[in-house]
């Protein structure tokens, strides 16, 4: 049976589904339990099982007898965002077992550190990360960059950045984001142009929307109009994601007309973009009611 764990558990689709298939396997076999598996299927279960889901994966880890790096890798996987208190206490649990931390297990606690209002602890986790080694792990640095934009500190973000050796666009996003965050809007613009003038990385949609959000926040629209040009001249297509930070940048800015123009040529309107224009005519419609 153990062999044809995970093919069951892939059936699962709830949590009431998965405890049935635990206690089958528990009163049909004599074999190990498979907790690894069944910490893992934790992971796909819909965020409406969230809460019970959350207690049976400490159930399962509490009753592991010999649980593994990746048995605690999961489980502050699971945490990392939504219960971080607990993803860090597993994290010391797992360091009493005497387990070695690895590069899959930094990014998650640098999660965790990031959103529990413990400074001191992130910068901790910061100095276990050099300690063990891995300072140069792409998940983990982009996690430590993510760590300290969360914590209001970009200037310790960028150090990081500075300090990677090969920057990829996830390094550069994570960077933008960092100082689109903190509303340094000048930053932002000028890291977006060293980005292009450099021309080692792309940017994505996931860049040109960090930097239209800044732009938006900052009333920028002189270099919203430039970025709007650039996405055009690079050949990008202005799909939902960046079509929405442009509305949105646009309406900020008083440009309705020009929104509207950005949205009727979205091709692939989703809630967001339906949503971002929306606000927009409501705000116009509010300042004409307030004017009267």
């Not at 550069?172 to 509303?183: C, D, I, Q, V």
Request: glycine share 4%; charged share 20%; with cysteine.
């Amino acid at each position: 049976m153990p062999a044809a764990v995970p093919t069951l558990l892939s059936r699962c689709r709830s949590l009431a589904a998965v405890k049935q298939l635990h206690a089958h396997f528990l009163s049909h076999s004599n074999c190990p339990f498979p907790y690894n598996h069944f910490l893992s299927k934790l992971l796909s279960l819909c965020s409406s099982s969230a809460t019970a889901a959350s207690d049976y994966a400490l159930l399962l880890l509490s009753s592991h007898p010999a649980p593994t790096a990746f048995s605690y890798n999961v489980a502050l996987r699971f945490f990392a965002f939504s219960r971080p208190g607990t993803s860090l206490r597993l994290f010391l649990r797992m360091l009493r077992a005497e387990l070695r931390p690895d590069a899959y297990t930094l990014p998650f606690l640098l999660h965790a550190a990031a959103r529990s209002p413990a400074p001191a602890l992130a910068r901790s986790a910061h100095a276990l990360l050099e300690k063990l080694g891995l300072r140069d792990h792409d998940h983990t640095v982009h996690s430590l960059i993510i760590m300290y934009s969360y914590l209001g500190d970009p200037l310790a973000a960028r150090r990081v950045f500075d300090g990677i050796p090969r920057r990829d666009v996830v390094s550069w996003n994570s960077m933008l984001k960092a100082y689109e965050r903190a509303r340094m809007a000048a930053e932002v613009e000028a890291m977006f142009q060293w980005m292009v003038a450099e021309g080692a990385v792309a940017p994505n949609g996931v860049t040109v929307a960090v930097v239209l959000t800044a732009c938006r926040n900052a009333g920028n629209l002189v270099l919203g109009r430039w970025v709007e040009e650039w996405v055009r001249s690079a050949g990008m297509e202005v799909d939902s994601l960046i079509g929405s930070a442009l509305v949105g940048m646009y309406e900020k800015c008083g440009e309705l007309v020009e929104a509207r123009r950005v949205f009727d040529g979205i091709s692939d309107k989703d809630i967001v973009a339906w949503n971002a224009m929306i606000t927009g005519q409501m705000m116009q419609v509010c300042a004409k009611w307030y004017v009267k």
